[in-house]
């Protein structure tokens, strides 16, 4: 029990070393803007639907 | 190991037992990432990579560390996990070796995370029993098959968008009616091995 948990733990630091790491990684030069074709579905939650581009204020 | 039974098992789950007509998985990408055929080529190649790459690390993962552990049950998680970690690391690769693949698929890696193609394949490796050759196979099978299915919708969906529809069907019901098409007609494949 004591190994799975373990087992566990150490998996779950790799992924949050990995993510961590990688977005400290700086996006390549004209990568900065990029989205996968979206043109909106019932998900608003999604980071690619289209209504998070909207700006404050506009 | 005998090539012509690989070749078989090839021809089974890309054609026959496809994973998105056969056995309705992926369908989120399959809807999703099809108005387009060159995006549905970036996320097939990108779904691809990812398929080998985990399959290869969950197979030595499951027979060199939990299966001698006696942790057979913490398959699900670890892969899960392992999945997850390896598009981290895969897209940190990409960005700092290649920025025109990052271009072209980078922003797919993030979404293949949640692709329940790459789970089914990985477990798939385990509880069939698969030797690294038949593994390999599947792996590679899987993907190849997935991104057919998803470059030929693609192509229908470009002509759909020209094509005098109906109000009512427009987009994803017209959609969905042209994937159960393909669904029959793959089906018609079934007496092929």
Redesign the interface.
């Given at each position: 029990m004591i190994?799975?948990v373990l087992?566990?733990v150490a998996?779950?630091l790799?992924?949050a070393t990995?993510?961590y790491?990688?977005h400290q990684?700086?996006?390549?030069?004209?990568?900065e803007n990029?989205?996968?074709?979206?043109?909106g579905?019932h998900d608003t939650g999604c980071?690619?639907h289209p209504s998070h581009d909207i700006k404050k204020g506009s | 190991m005998d090539l012509s039974n690989l070749f078989v098992m090839f021809i089974t789950f890309t054609l026959i037992n496809n994973v998105v007509l056969n056995q309705f998985l992926g369908i989120c990408p399959f809807m999703g990432v099809s108005k387009k055929s060159s995006s549905a080529l970036g996320m097939g190649a990108a779904v691809t990579f990812v398929i080998v790459a985990a399959s290869l690390v969950t197979y030595g993962l499951y027979y060199w560390v939990l299966e001698p552990a006696d942790l057979e049950y913490m398959d699900l998680i670890t892969f899960i996990l392992v999945i997850a970690s390896l598009v981290q690391l895969v897209e940190m690769i990409i960005k700092k070796t290649s920025p025109g693949l990052y271009k072209a698929l980078g922003v797919y890696l993030p979404l293949i995370t949640t692709n329940c193609v790459v789970l089914n394949v990985t477990l798939n490796n385990i509880t069939e029993g698969y030797n690294f050759a038949e593994m390999l196979t599947y792996s590679i099978a899987i993907p190849v098959g997935f991104t057919l299915v998803l470059y030929i919708f693609s192509t229908i969906r470009e002509r759909l968008e020209l094509s005098n529809v109906p109000q009512a069907f427009k987009g994803n019901p017209i959609a969905l009616i042209v994937a159960g098409m393909m669904a029959l007609a793959f089906s018609g494949l079934a007496g092929l091995v």
């Open positions: 190994l799975a087992f566990f998996l779950a790799i992924y990995l993510y790491f990688n990684t700086p996006l390549p030069k004209d990568c990029i989205k996968a074709e979206c043109h579905c980071g690619n | -």
